[in-house]
């Protein structure tokens, strides 16, 4: 809020609420009743930020209930959605909808129409409105923004020829991030790819075997991943140690940053007897990585070997000391091979965890010769190597897209009009 304090003299600052209508689609708040056959009752969590629909899990109603949103609104090319809960702040700018579609109260409907939209969409994704979201949420119980505060929030205003030009210029930054995420998926697709190749097919083989894991090379053993490595428990009494300041850093996958590092910065912090406690229970060898047993199921992360941190009750770690390849390994635990064991342990709870000794049962394809596991291995860190560049490339990215954002949308830095721009009403 302090950079909306000194906008140039010819800008103003408004609430949303005096450019835009503001509509909560489903004033009621309570979930109407699922029709299976229904339409599209679609929550922040259902849509993409284009406002397509993620998967076929959309909870889905009758058409009445469409009949009566369609009287509070209607969703246009010119349509802006707001996150209300859980994804706060989360902006989507709505294309490529199906014919028919109501949305939930988890977010808000922004009709802009005094105002550019795409300006208002920059605006609505700055750092300055994700403060004041931020403030009007600290010391508060509410988990969700309300539309009296989203009507409130303050933007800020300039002339339309500089919101347009403002907004092209941000957009087109956009889509380069898009082009860049692109690509990232591209590369995990060709890596998934791989990977099922790889890791059932091996490298030269022409004679396979069924096994617990599918469809294997005939020289292959499928092995426990006990029997290979020690999984084990960092917190086995489960209860999370109490919270110091400049503490130990207590980590879990949730502090694994966008970047692919853990952000032991703002990772929880434990005592130094906690950390004591750990160190003493259990070593951390080169090429050990946790792996998500609680909420987050999954998702194995390769460790630092140097110990200046404890690990969260909510993951097991993984590591050895014995002759094996650990690269492989991991590879293979973050392969559809894990993912199928994960899914058969775990889809019978409304609350996913995995105990210690259902990861030490997990059974892997194992080649025989060293070779073809060291092969292997690297053709796969060699997509993994290319995927960190890009995301490296994206991070760089977002950070000029955050610069640029604070330039633009304060007026530090003014654009360019031309005549016939500057004419524009």
């Known amino acids: 809020?302090?950079?909306?304090?000194?906008?140039?003299?010819?800008?103003?600052?408004?609430?949303?609420?005096?450019?835009?209508?503001?509509?909560?689609?489903?004033?009621?708040?309570?979930?109407?009743?699922?029709?299976?056959?229904?339409?599209?009752?679609?929550?922040?969590?259902?849509?993409?930020?284009?406002?397509?629909?993620?998967?076929?899990?959309?909870?889905?109603?009758?058409?009445e209930i469409y009949e009566e949103h369609s009287k509070r609104y209607q969703i246009t090319a010119n349509t802006i959605g707001f996150g209300r809960v859980a994804s706060i702040g989360k902006i989507i700018d709505f294309k490529g909808l199906p014919k028919k579609i109501t949305i939930s109260p988890t977010l808000a409907l922004i009709e802009p129409n005094r105002i550019e939209k795409n300006f208002l969409i920059q605006a609505l994704k700055s750092q300055d409105t994700q403060l004041q979201i931020n403030l009007l949420l600290t010391g508060s119980t509410r988990s969700s923004l309300g539309i009296a505060l989203l009507r409130n929030l303050i933007i800020p205003f300039p002339k339309l020829p500089e919101q347009q030009k403002i907004a092209t210029i941000l957009s087109s930054v956009d889509d380069v991030i898009e082009k860049t995420r692109a690509q990232i998926d591209k590369l995990k697709d060709l890596k998934t790819g791989m990977m099922q190749e790889l890791l059932t097919k091996g490298i030269g083989h022409t004679e396979f075997k069924d096994s617990p894991v599918g469809q294997i090379p005939r020289s292959w053993d499928v092995v426990s991943v006990g029997s290979l490595t020690d999984v084990i428990d960092p917190q086995p009494d489960h209860r999370t140690p109490a919270e110091v300041i400049d503490g130990v850093p207590y980590v879990g996958l949730g502090d694994i940053g966008k970047s692919g590092l853990i952000d032991f910065s703002a990772a929880r912090k434990v005592s130094q007897e906690a950390f004591e406690k750990q160190k003493e229970g259990f070593e951390i060898h080169p090429g050990a990585f946790i792996f998500g047993k609680i909420g987050t199921i999954g998702k194995p992360y390769v460790l630092p070997t140097e110990r200046f941190y404890c690990l969260s009750a909510n993951v097991v770690l993984v590591t050895t000391k014995k002759s094996i390849n650990m690269k492989y390994l991991f590879q293979v635990f973050g392969s559809e091979i894990i993912d199928q064991q994960v899914l058969l342990q775990t889809n019978t709870t409304s609350q996913p965890a995995l105990g210690i000794k259902k990861v030490r049962d997990f059974l892997v394809p194992y080649p025989k010769q060293c070779e073809e596991v060291e092969l292997i291995t690297e053709v796969l860190a060699s997509v993994d190597n290319r995927i960190s560049r890009v995301n490296d490339k994206l991070a760089h990215q977002l950070d000029l897209k955050k610069a640029l954002m604070q330039d633009l949308l304060t007026g530090k830095v003014r654009v360019n009009l031309t005549d016939k721009e500057s004419a524009v009403v």
């Open 1 to 63: 809020m302090d950079e909306l304090s000194h906008l140039p003299c010819d800008w103003q600052k408004i609430n949303v609420s005096s450019v835009a209508d503001v509509i909560d689609p489903h004033p009621s708040h309570r979930a109407p009743d699922e029709d299976p056959l229904g339409i599209p009752f679609a929550g922040i969590g259902d849509l993409d930020e284009s406002g397509k629909i993620r998967g076929n899990k959309v909870r889905r109603v009758s058409p």
